[in-house]
T-cell receptor, first 117, second 112 residues
Framework: AQSVTQPDIHITVSEGASLELRCNYS??????LFWYVQSPGQGLQLLLK??????LVQGIKGFEAEFKRSQSSFNLRKPSVHWSDAAEYFC???????????????FGKGTKLSVIP | GAGVSQSPSNKVTEKGKDVELRCDPI?????LYWYRQSLGQGLEFLIY????????KSGLPSDRFSAERTGGSVSTLTIQRTQQEDSAVYLC??????????FGPGTRLTVT
């Protein structure tokens, strides 16, 4: 079964600093990978996704992520963080749930980002 | 609207009562998912609908939980005889491209 690990529960960065949020996945085939962001009291918004091709993917709000198969990682990065980026970030891997024939996302437990002005 | 909507946004209920949570997916999306998000936890998959196929109910935590989707559109998640451990945010998502999911704002359920 697939799994996602986000090692950092909470990260604090200063506004303007660079950011990297870690994500490691476990899946036996080529993964479909996603990053979502959740602001307080809101649902999840898709930041970016990797299906195939270029391993560096660009997303909304200036975020990017790099798929590294050898490290089973899909880390999220942003060169300069804004105060409005404070939120919780979830990494997810998509897989076919063969037992039920359904396509599912398995989510990590999330990383909460705080931004110091 | 263009996004997924959920109602109510907040629900407070007494232990033992039944509750119904509603999800309106994005028009044209054939896939619909329900998740539960407890405080400090990730997202727990509950149930998945795809078109007219039988739903994948493998994530439902007990037989007190059920869901239906009428006409391939609106879905209702029902929790019978609510317990305090059912307190959580219930998120609905509808699916466009393969695996891509768009989430609603959620319903915060509090069982007292």
């Amino acid at each position: 079964a697939q799994s996602v690990t986000q090692p950092d529960i909470h990260i604090t960065v200063s506004e303007g600093a660079s950011l990297e949020l870690r994500c490691n996945y476990s899946y036996g085939a080529t993964p479909y990978l996603f990053w979502y962001v959740q602001s307080p009291g809101q649902g999840l918004q898709l930041l970016l996704k990797y299906f195939s091709g270029d391993t560096l993917v660009q997303g909304i709000k200036g975020f990017e992520a790099e798929f590294k198969r050898s490290q089973s990682s899909f880390n999220l990065r942003k060169p300069s963080v804004h105060w409005s980026d404070a939120a919780e970030y979830f990494c997810a891997v998509g897989a076919l749930h063969s037992g039920a024939g359904s396509y599912q996302l398995t989510f990590g437990k999330g990383t909460k980002l705080s931004v110091i002005p | 609207g263009a996004g997924v909507s959920q109602s109510p946004s907040n629900k407070v209920t007494e232990k033992g009562k039944d509750v119904e949570l509603r999800c309106d997916p994005i028009s044209g999306h054939t896939a619909l998912y329900w998740y539960r998000q407890s405080l400090g936890q990730g997202l727990e998959f509950l149930i998945y609908f795809q078109g007219n196929s039988a739903p994948d109910k493998s994530g439902l935590p007990s037989d007190r939980f059920s869901a239906e989707r009428t006409g391939g559109s609106v879905s209702t998640l029902t929790i019978q005889r609510t317990q305090q451990e059912d307190s959580a945010v219930y998120l609905c998502a509808s699916g466009g491209l393969l695996y891509e999911q768009y989430f609603g704002p959620g319903t915060r359920l509090t069982v007292t």
